[in-house]
């Protein structure tokens, strides 16, 4: 399989729009050519691997590109994190050198900004990548706070596209809106998929209602995918458009905001996917009668599903779009499966229903978050005795986190105090939505912290 799709595009659709970005532009034969250039003097950075610090910009549209056409393994950087976490983060892949398309400083590491990169020196291009090359690395969430690295070959990438292709019906006369971010496989597969088949993309900076409104009647776009507090947001201003499928996924999604959107008319996929899978796996469309049902849809053609009814209902998952593995972990398999460690169920018609994202993850707007993470940044503060984080529903976010501490005997703590000591440490959206003392913090007869006894403790305390 040949890897370098947007060479095969410049070739095919050079004069073509590939991405719409703010007042440019460019074409397939544009962009290949600027990414080329760029990937010339990416080769004498002699680094296989490096770390990219990319914002929503046509400068990392040409960035990811360039490292596609060097065969650079582009491990991507969560803009949202501090610079702790990025750290422990690239220090976990051996990452030295940073490029970046926006403000990124550090001394720990060779930072390049896209004016440095330009300034290098050109070297030839040796690339002999094949479909099972790794091309990114994303971290995902664990619930042991340790964020696993996942290798996303080649072969992932155009396996996931041509499986959502297929179920959400876009071709290369389709126009994609991208409002996810780029660091993130939503808004990276849709970077993919839009080059895989010669879709136009059009590239926003950031999330605004209104001006993606604005944007969709303006270039006429037909497919984007947001996560549920964008589709929220979106559904309070009154607009015409030309879309023709709106992929929803990040969890969170109620049945009360789907409703609403499929009452006004708008073409809503729902769908579940991760980052293994380089994105959906599954997803269900506006007139399949049992969208506002639960479930989270059928598999798509190439993916495969099974439930473990001896590990209580866990989801495996198989096909060419999962991860062959974690650049700092064991991926768990069985049978060729992916264990996802998701519970749910497959009803008799193939519908998938999740019953519990991986038991103690948190997702709030698209973002993963570990609870021990945050445990373990509270109890570095001194007067805490214990601390818990346990999720609760919410309708913007989908989910965020709640914090009960117990303080030690004597101590002086109290909510604003621990605020102020985790804005230090942890990425804004990771905060806790609401912190509450307690006067235990249960824990299980191994001397495990028990969410499950500490969050039924909390909603009954709420309900009085």
Not at 112 to 126: G, K
């Amino acid at each position: 399989m040949k890897t370098n799709w947007l060479q095969i595009q410049a070739e095919t659709l050079p004069k073509k729009q590939a991405v719409i970005f703010e007042e440019n532009s460019v074409t397939f034969s544009e962009l290949h050519d600027q990414s080329l250039a760029l990937a010339q003097k990416l080769t004498s950075l002699e680094r296989g691997r490096v770390g990219l610090y990319a914002d929503n910009h046509l400068n990392s549209v040409i960035l990811i590109h360039a490292c596609i056409q060097a065969g650079i393994e582009c491990v991507m950087i969560n803009l949202r994190l501090t610079g702790d976490e990025i750290d422990r983060q690239l220090n976990d892949v051996g990452v030295d050198t940073v490029l970046t398309t926006a403000d990124f400083i550090s001394d720990k590491y060779r930072v390049y900004t896209f004016e440095d990169m330009e300034q290098l020196e050109s070297w030839e291009i040796i690339n002999d990548t094949i479909g099972e090359d790794t091309l990114s690395i994303m971290f995902t969430s664990g619930t042991t706070g340790r964020a696993k690295a996942v290798r996303q070959s080649y072969n992932n990438h155009y396996e996931s596209a041509l499986g959502c292709e297929k179920r959400f019906s876009y071709n290369e006369n389709s126009i994609w809106m991208n409002v996810n971010p780029v660091y993130h496989i939503s808004g990276f597969s849709i970077l993919m998929r839009s080059v895989i088949r010669g879709c136009t993309m059009v590239l926003n900076r950031k999330f605004d209602p209104e001006a993606v409104w604005n944007k969709i009647n303006q270039y006429e776009v037909t497919h984007t995918s947001m996560v549920p507090v964008m589709l929220e947001r979106m559904m309070k201003y009154d607009m015409d458009h030309k879309l023709e499928g709106i992929l929803l996924g990040g969890a969170g999604v109620t049945m009360d905001i789907l409703e609403r959107a499929l009452d006004w008319g708008l073409p809503v996929y729902n769908s579940f996917g991760m980052t293994e899978t380089c994105s959906q796996i599954v997803s269900i469309g506006p007139r399949d009668p049992k969208i506002l049902g639960g479930t989270v849809g059928r598999p798509l053609d190439n993916i495969s599903l099974k439930i473990d009814h001896h590990q209580d209902g866990e989801l495996l998952v198989k096909g060419p779009a999962v991860t062959e593995g974690y650049v700092n972990a064991e991926l768990e398999k069985e049978d060729g499966f992916f264990r996802t460690g998701d519970i749910g169920y497959i009803d008799d018609d193939g519908y998938l229903y999740i019953l519990d994202r991986r038991n103690d993850l948190i997702i709030s707007g698209g973002e993963n978050i570990y609870p021990k993470e945050i445990e373990d940044a509270v109890k570095s503060l001194d007067g805490i005795s214990q601390a818990v984080v346990i999720k609760k529903k919410d309708k913007n976010w989908g989910e965020v986190p709640v914090l009960l501490f117990e303080p030690e005997e004597g101590a002086n703590v109290d909510s604003g105090k621990i605020k102020s000591h985790l804005e230090n440490r942890l990425a804004r959206y990771k905060l806790p939505k609401e912190t509450h003392e307690t006067e235990k913090v249960f824990m299980t007869s191994t001397g495990k912290v028990s969410r499950a006894k500490n969050k039924e403790v909390y909603e009954a305390e709420k309900e009085r």
